[in-house]
């Protein structure tokens, strides 16, 4: 029988095999709320500007789990080049019940302002040597009708690249607002508001952004398309970023 993607061990245990196979050191960074949280990082991490992937802040978005390690299983051999910092499920509680929220009902990705989420802290602390160019963080909506991208970005922007190369599997979210903020052709680039993210709490994002991360980009996939284009959307844009990010300046 096919094992669901909401299984964390089994998660870990694939995850676990990419470690051993790529050279990344697979690290436990913190136990919340029953779980053990982990990292992976590669040994190319702090010697440039790195590269930051998640998934999982959000228990029942599994294809953003699964689409991040079907991305690593498949460039097992490139990454211990790559400057990576991957955290490959933030919220292993919320995947196991297939829920949004931690166990006592946060919003995770609404934490990263300071150090009083266990998850938040941990993962603030494991990335504090480093200096990242560009992250990506994955992300699934149930409203959404198709693929769309939020994009913080002080550099080239990588969000329309990006998209149209998922394109083929999952078409561009077509609205012209999505969650109440403006949007264009599937990408979102909200202006910084200090007040509006201090009222709200910080999403893992601006937290990026705000530490000096050049792009930091959240990727959304809607509910309607199967798990495993879903899943193959999210491990095409984070090869698509990857790329983007090792081509030279222009
Ligand atoms: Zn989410």
């Not at 933030?90 to 829920?99: A, E, F, H, K, Y």
């Not at 690249?161 to 083929?168: K, M, N, P, S, Y």
């Not at 601006?206 to 959240?218: D, F």
Request: glycine share 8%; aromatic share 8%.
């Amino acid at each position: 029988m096919r094992r669901s993607s909401h299984d964390y061990t089994y998660l870990m245990q694939r995850w676990r095999a990419v470690a051993r196979g790529s050279g990344l050191r697979l690290v436990q960074i913190a136990t919340v709320d029953g779980f053990p949280l982990y990292c992976l990082k590669s040994p190319a991490l702090g010697h440039r500007s790195g590269l930051y992937l998640s998934a999982g802040i959000h228990g029942d978005e599994s294809a953003a789990t699964e689409g991040l390690l079907a991305w690593a299983q498949r460039f097992q051999s490139q990454m211990r080049h790559l400057p990576l910092l991957i955290f490959p499920c933030l919220n292993p509680w919320g995947l196991v019940m297939n829920r949004r929220s931690d166990a006592a009902g946060n919003d995770v990705n609404r934490m990263f302002h300071g150090d009083e989420h266990p998850t938040a802290a941990a993962v603030r602390e494991t990335a504090a040597p480093y200096a990242f160019d560009s992250a990506m963080l994955l992300h699934e909506d149930y409203d959404a009708q198709g693929v769309y991208l939020y994009e913080l970005t002080k550099r080239p922007a990588f969000g329309d690249a990006i998209l149209g190369a998922v394109e083929a599997l999952i078409p561009k979210d077509q609205r012209s607002r999505v969650d109440g903020r403006r949007a264009r052709d599937g990408i979102l680039r909200p202006r910084f508001s200090v007040k509006r993210f201090a009222e709200m709490g910080h999403p893992e994002a601006v937290w990026l952004h705000l530490r000096g991360c050049a792009r930091s980009i959240t990727f959304e996939t809607p509910s309607e398309a199967s798990l495993e284009v879903r899943s193959e959307a999210h491990a095409v844009a984070v090869a698509r970023m990857v790329e983007l990010w090792s081509m030279p300046a222009v």
